[in-house]
């Protein structure tokens, strides 16, 4: 399972993929830093695992894993192929999911692509060329449709189901905001959209927000927004979290308790990642091995013991 990780220039994607995945992905205050996507595979934190672990003592614990991939920032444009565009939206087709991360903070230091912070924009941005993609791939498909109805009319309830995708898209809302029956679900199947996808937003923040513990009116903003689409929010300070990243466990427990925190927000967006893509884990445990197995959620024992 791949997980994508978008946004603009700028906005902290390559150092929360550095952070997550300690992979050393190239990081630079300007545009396109990132042209060919960086892999990175990470275990699943679970504290069940953990404590497992301390009971069995086994030979070998074997976490849970998801495929994270840094892909370029995107810009106005990316849909007709600005800034690359045309390459980077292939990449976001390959993941099954995305972890969009939006910048919440102000430095005069750090470039903006759009010269000023605007969270809602700035999402809005990146999911409008996605949605332009979509209409393009949506467009294909309705007048393949429409040349197979003569033919035989049972494509007429499939044309029905795009044509209603294309009026939400072209109302600007991503294809994932409307509820689907299972027959439409079945159409879906075949479109391959990119505004399917689930998403995650990462609110990045200021070392200042964590340690003031004030609302962040730009997270807010980003929170009514994730809201209106049902999608998840972490809000954290990638900053702080590249740090963390290279901490030894004691280390780690030590600069979380100076800010107060409970977890890392990476474990919090790994986490969050695993469960966006509809995945939970069962565990096996005994002395050889103390392991945490991979299944969709709802399956059940039968199956998972296979």
């Known amino acids: ?158 044309l029905e189901t795009l044509e209603k995708i294309k009026l939400t898209l072209e109302d600007g809302k991503a294809a994932r905001t409307i509820n689907y029956t299972d027959e439409e679900k079945e159409v879906l199947k075949e479109t391959f959209l990119l505004t399917l996808k689930p998403v995650l937003y990462v609110a990045n923040i200021s070392e200042n927000d964590i340690l003031s513990k004030d609302n962040n009116t730009y997270v807010n903003q980003v929170v009514e927004y994730a809201k209106s689409e049902g999608s998840e929010v972490v809000p954290l300070c990638v900053k702080i979290e590249e740090e963390l990243s290279s901490l030894d466990n004691e280390e780690k427990k030590e600069m979380l308790k100076e800010f107060g925190l409970d977890e890392s927000g990476l474990d919090k967006v790994i986490k969050a990642s695993y469960h966006l893509l509809g995945l939970i884990s069962f565990l096996t445990a005994g002395e050889p091995e103390v392991r945490a197995w991979t299944i969709k959620k709802g399956t059940k024992a039968p199956e998972a013991a296979r």
């Not at 919440?104 to 996605?130: A, K, M």
């Open 1 to 158: 399972m791949k997980i994508g990780i978008v946004g603009l220039p700028n906005v902290g994607k390559s150092t929360l993929f550095n952070s997550i995945t300690n992979a050393g992905a190239e990081c630079a205050n300007y545009p396109f830093c990132t042209i060919e996507p960086n892999v990175g595979v990470v275990g699943v934190p679970d504290e069940r695992l953990d404590i497992l672990t301390k009971m069995y003592n086994p030979q070998k614990t074997t976490h849970a894993v998801i495929e994270f991939v840094d892909i370029a920032g995107l810009v106005k444009g990316a849909s007709k192929g600005e800034g690359l565009g045309n390459k980077f939206l292939s990449h976001i087709r390959e993941v099954d999911s995305i972890v969009h991360v939006v910048r919440c903070f102000e430095d005069s230091n750090i470039v903006h692509v759009d010269g000023s912070i605007n969270p809602v924009r700035d999402i809005e941005t990146i999911n409008l060329e996605l949605i332009l993609a979509d209409i393009e791939t949506i467009d294909k498909k309705i007048d393949k449709a429409k040349k197979l109805i003569k033919a035989d009319k049972k494509y007429q309830f499939e």
